[in-house]
């Protein structure tokens, strides 16, 4: 028996190019945020105080740690549930980001590039929620295609 792993047997292998291309995005960028969480973790601790926030919060945040991860993973290996807990991942930390950050996102008084400058990773979270969102149903069709 043969534990050669053979690319050709993975689902993402089987999909056209462009979908292929999104996968692989969208698992980059989602361990691009699992490296933000494991760095505040290794330099703060699970749960830390550092955050000034609920403890509700605090584990969600903590959460990710985990969750970013697993949906890079899931992207390869099931695309199909990959696609799904990477637009609930996103679609819920951008929106519990923006709730927790509503003051001093949306009532300062900072010009737009500075604004930029200082919440570039809240902007790059909502750039990449339109990504996942706008090319959900080409994905999720091709995946099936191939399946």
């Known amino acids: 028996m043969s534990y050669h792993f053979k690319f050709n047997r993975l689902l993402i292998s089987r999909v056209n190019k462009p979908t292929r ?10 361990l691009m945020g699992t490296s933000t ?4 973790v290794i330099q703060n601790g699970f ?3 550092k955050y000034n926030a609920s403890l509700l919060s605090t584990l969600f945040w903590d959460s990710l ?8 993973i899931l992207l390869v290996f099931k695309p199909k549930i990959g696609l799904y807990l990477t637009l609930l991942i996103i679609v819920t930390d951008v929106i519990h980001n923006n709730l927790f950050y509503i003051e001093v996102l949306y009532f300062n008084s900072l010009n737009l ?8 990773m809240i902007l790059g979270q909502v750039i990449f929620l339109l990504f996942v969102c706008l090319t959900l149903k080409m ?8 399946a």
């Not at 994905?139 to 191939?146: E, H, I, M, P, R």
């Open 21 to 30: 291309l999104i996968l692989i995005v969208q698992a980059v960028c989602m």
């Open 37 to 40: 969480h494991l760095a505040w």
């Open 47 to 49: 749960l830390s105080e």
């Open 65 to 72: 740690t985990f969750l970013d991860p697993l949906a890079a």
């Open 113 to 120: 590039l500075d604004w930029i400058e200082q919440y570039w």
């Open 139 to 146: 994905n999720l069709k091709q995946v099936k295609l191939a």
